[in-house]
């Protein structure tokens, strides 16, 4: 069961980061009439989908992908969408203390009991390592007793064999569709994908139906570093 929050902050360095494995978290929280704030750093302008068939072009992937965010965050009910200015592909270039700051001053509006974010080292992607190691620093700093729960997505090949499982397992069936329509509104990045889940979710696949109805978390532990 996926508890009741003050208000949960969400940081992801691209449109349809959140939409695979956090969506249907998101859309859970707002239905149970908590406050959801989704900071979205860059626009994702460098993607390597051009749609499918292609309908953008280099010069107009940023502004489609904008509206796509728009429209994932109308599909989970969110209504504090935060797009932050970053560069596609240049955080990792970013300087880290002020994408601390950055980070802190959105902890400092918002005041949230739950954070979300990529879990560093776990998630591939250099946006997302330097978005992760961010967030991880300015929840490290707090003091304890303020400090926010801190759940990561986990994805590298080498999770399961250093972080072990999941410590959060959140079950999202009831709002199942609401994270279909996440998917389906960044769609320039994700028709490929969605039309080979959206067949296998008409086969009743088990494998299918259980990564759109649950969601997986790793607690941070803060005693790795990043501080």
């Not at 980070?103 to 009991?113: G, K, M, R, T």
């Not at 569709?177 to 009743?204: C, F, G, P, V």
């Amino acid at each position: 069961m996926i508890e009741k929050e003050r208000h949960v902050l969400v940081v992801f360095p691209h449109p349809d980061d959140e939409a695979f494995g956090v969506s249907g978290t998101i859309a859970s929280h707002l239905k149970m009439g908590t406050g959801v704030t989704y900071a979205c750093l860059t626009l994702g302008e460098m993607g390597r989908n051009l749609g499918n068939p292609p309908f953008a072009t280099r010069e107009s992937l940023p502004q489609i992908r904008k509206k796509e965010l728009q429209a994932a965050a109308d599909a989970m009910g969110l209504k504090d969408l935060r797009m932050m200015g970053l560069r596609d592909k240049t955080v990792e270039f970013e300087d880290d203390e002020k994408m601390v700051d950055m980070i802190n001053a959105l902890i400092e509006d918002v005041n949230p009991s739950l954070v979300i974010t990529f879990y560093p080292d776990y998630c591939v992607h250099p946006d997302h390592e330097a978005t992760a190691r961010a967030v991880v620093r300015a929840v490290s700093r707090m003091d304890e007793a303020d400090r926010p729960k801190l759940h990561c997505v986990a994805f590298a090949n080498h999770t399961a064999d250093e972080l072990g499982e999941p410590d959060i397992l959140n079950d999202v069936s009831e709002v199942q569709e609401l994270k279909l329509n996440t998917m389906r509104a960044h769609i320039s990045q994700t028709a490929w994908m969605l039309e080979d889940l959206e067949k296998r979710l008409a086969e009743k696949d088990p494998d299918a139906i259980q990564w759109v109805s649950q969601e997986r978390f790793f607690n941070y532990r803060f005693d790795q570093g990043y501080h």
